[in-house]
Each structure stands twice: as structure tokens, then as C-alpha cells.
């Protein structure tokens, strides 16, 4: 298996130059007009790409999400909300990275097969990274107006929070 992944790639690009050369098509011009098309694309993705990664930094570092779980923690203790899952709630919707390696730590922690593992699990399976996906599509692209974008999309990662909170108890 191990020899088939890493031939797959090589495999790949021979097969892409066999059906260049079969239809006369220089490959190497084509894939550098390519290239030369596809730069301005990065260029455009990398101020949204960098002010995402400067917020994700400075709010995961300031301490801040700590304060605010400190602060609500009675609440969700009062309506049955597991606090171990709240960071991953809320980091999914930022960092799909952060929040695969809070789940992982979940599973190094509490393992795989346990309540809280699987609630984590669905809450990172069914959400999507919003914030990222606003900031750097549609910022790379221009569009200003995100306002219902944003909304919807963190409804639905907070509709998947609550349903996982309801549905999980009642299979596991």
C-alpha cells in the first residue's frame, strides 16, 4: 500500500505528459501559463490568509476564551452542557487545524469511545470553519457584504452544537 501512495503522484503527472504528448500539447508552456495565471490568485488570498491567522493568534493567545468559559461556566453546568467540548464548539468555526488537535487531545485524554469523544467528534465532523471560509473566499474574491454569509453559517455550526448535545445522549 505504502508503495502505491507514493507512486500515485509520479503516476499521475507521467499519465497528464502521455495525453499531452498523445495530443500535442506542450505541457511544461501549458503548466507555466498556468503558474503565471494562478499567482495573482495567492496574492489576492494572502491579506485575508494573514489577518485570519493574526485574529486566530491574538484571540487564542490573550487568555480571552478562558474568561469567557470562566465567566459562563455556571450557565452551561446549569443546562448540562459538557465544558470539555466547548473549546472545540468553539474553535471549529475558526481553525479546522485548532480544532482537529483539540479533538485529538480529547481522544488522548478521555479516549476514542467515550461520551464526550463522540460529541466532540460529531461537533468536528458536522461544522464547518466559517470564519475561514468568509475570510479568505470571499475576501479573496471582494465581496464585502458577508453579513447573512456569517450568520448562517454560525447558526448552523451552533444548530450542530445543540443538536450533537441532544442526539448523542440518545444513542451513546
Same mark, same amino acid.
Given at each position: %500500500?505504502? &508503495?502505491?501512495? #507514493? !507512486?500515485?503522484? @509520479?503516476?499521475?503527472?507521467?499519465?497528464?505528459?502521455?495525453?499531452?504528448?498523445?495530443?500535442?500539447?506542450?505541457? +511544461?508552456?501549458?503548466?507555466?501559463?498556468?503558474?503565471?495565471?494562478?499567482? @495573482?490568485?495567492?496574492?489576492?488570498? $494572502? @491579506? @485575508? !490568509?494573514?489577518? %485570519?491567522?493574526?485574529?486566530? #493568534?491574538?484571540?487564542?493567545? /490573550?487568555?480571552?476564551?478562558?474568561?469567557? $468559559?470562566? $465567566?459562563?461556566?455556571?450557565?452551561?453546568l446549569l443546562i448540562h452542557v459538557p465544558l470539555e467540548i466547548?473549546?472545540?464548539?468553539?474553535?471549529?468555526?475558526? /481553525?479546522? /487545524?485548532?480544532? !482537529?488537535? !483539540?479533538?485529538?487531545?480529547?481522544?488522548?485524554? +478521555?479516549?476514542?469511545? #467515550? +461520551?464526550?469523544?463522540?460529541?466532540?467528534?460529531?461537533?468536528?465532523?458536522?461544522?464547518?470553519?466559517?470564519?475561514?471560509?468568509?475570510?479568505?473566499? $470571499?475576501?479573496?474574491?471582494?465581496?464585502?457584504?458577508?453579513?447573512?454569509?456569517?450568520?448562517?453559517?454560525?447558526?448552523?455550526?451552533?444548530?450542530?452544537?445543540?443538536?450533537? &448535545?441532544?442526539?448523542?445522549?440518545?444513542?451513546?
Amino acid at each position: %500500500m505504502k &508503495l502505491i501512495s #507514493n !507512486l500515485f503522484i @509520479p503516476l499521475l503527472v507521467l499519465v497528464v505528459i502521455l495525453y499531452g504528448a498523445k495530443k500535442k500539447i506542450n505541457v +511544461y508552456d501549458s503548466f507555466v501559463d498556468g503558474a503565471k495565471e494562478g499567482l @495573482p490568485m495567492v496574492l489576492n488570498m $494572502f @491579506p @485575508p !490568509l494573514l489577518a %485570519m491567522i493574526f485574529g486566530i #493568534n491574538i484571540f487564542t493567545n /490573550s487568555g480571552l476564551i478562558n474568561e469567557v $468559559f470562566t $465567566f459562563l461556566k455556571p450557565l452551561f453546568l446549569l443546562i448540562h452542557v459538557p465544558l470539555e467540548i466547548l473549546p472545540i464548539a468553539v474553535m471549529r468555526p475558526l /481553525s479546522g /487545524s485548532f480544532g !482537529l488537535a !483539540l479533538l485529538n487531545d480529547m481522544f488522548t485524554t +478521555y479516549g476514542a469511545d #467515550n +461520551y464526550l469523544s463522540i460529541m466532540a467528534s460529531i461537533i468536528q465532523g458536522s461544522s464547518d470553519t466559517t470564519l475561514y471560509i468568509i475570510t479568505l473566499y $470571499f475576501g479573496t474574491i471582494g465581496i464585502k457584504k458577508i453579513k447573512y454569509a456569517l450568520w448562517a453559517g454560525l447558526l448552523a455550526d451552533l444548530a450542530t452544537v445543540i443538536l450533537s &448535545l441532544i442526539i448523542v445522549p440518545l444513542f451513546f
